[in-house]
């Protein structure tokens, strides 16, 4: 297995623009998680889905901020519109039940 | 709240010699803990993990002890090497569910 495929690796976007991150679990694993990580803030969870369905949104900052899973095989978390504070790297990962998670290389977003 | 705790940003250790990496909690519910390490513009990695009724695990170089009337679990890295050079967390699931929480990370830096 690849293992988690995020893409795309880095965005540049101005703000104000609407900004999806794509992401493909490791096959089998029933549970995908969307972390973002900041200096100020460190890794903290935005989303996380059990067998596609959403679970815990809590982490997710802003109305600005949506994820979906439409299937088990892929994810998105859109940023609409995007603003400046919202530059960080996106991390997707996944796991099968309570086992470790896999992580993603990551997506780096710049929004100037 | 932040409910796992890593007091040490950074930490530079002689290569060959003991590195020990701390990390605290608050939710004595947590019933399993992990480290990830993680490269510069990688994603975090699984290392290994220790679950609450046992008070230490070993994998090669990587030992985890646990101390549940401290809420303290140290991971230790002997003979460190300068591959061992990245930033490490510790995390733990919530009592019942998969959201991982993560420290803020302790940044190793082993000096050849």
């Known amino acids: 297995d690849a293992g988690v495929i995020q893409s795309p690796r880095h965005e540049v976007t101005e703000m104000g623009q609407e900004v999806t991150l794509r992401c493909k679990p490791i096959s089998g694993h029933d549970y995908l998680f969307w972390y973002r990580q900041t200096m100020m803030r460190g890794l903290e969870l935005l989303i996380y889905?059990?067998?596609?369905?959403?679970?815990?949104d809590s982490g997710m900052p802003e109305d600005r901020f949506s994820a979906k899973m439409p299937n088990a095989s892929f994810s998105t978390l859109k940023i609409q519109p995007s603003e400046p504070r919202d530059s960080a790297v996106y991390f997707c990962?996944?796991?099968?039940?309570?086992?470790?998670?896999?992580f993603g290389q990551g997506t780096r977003l710049t929004v100037v | 709240d932040q409910q796992v705790k890593q007091n040490s940003p950074s930490l530079s250790v002689q290569e060959g010699r003991i590195s020990i990496l701390n990390c605290d909690y608050t939710n004595s519910m947590f019933d399993y803990f992990l480290w990830y390490k993680k490269y510069p513009a990688e994603g975090p990695t699984f290392l290994i993990s220790i679950s609450s009724i046992k008070d230490k695990n070993e994998d090669g170089r990587f030992t985890v002890f646990l101390n549940k009337s401290a809420k303290h679990l140290s991971l230790h890295i002997v003979p460190s090497q300068p591959g061992d050079s990245a930033v490490y967390f510790c995390a733990a699931p919530g009592f019942g569910n998969e959201k991982l929480t993560f420290g803020t990370g302790t940044r190793l830096t082993i000096i050849p």
């Open positions: 990962a996944s796991s099968f039940r309570r086992s470790e998670a896999f």
């Open positions: 889905f059990n067998n596609n369905v959403p679970i815990d």
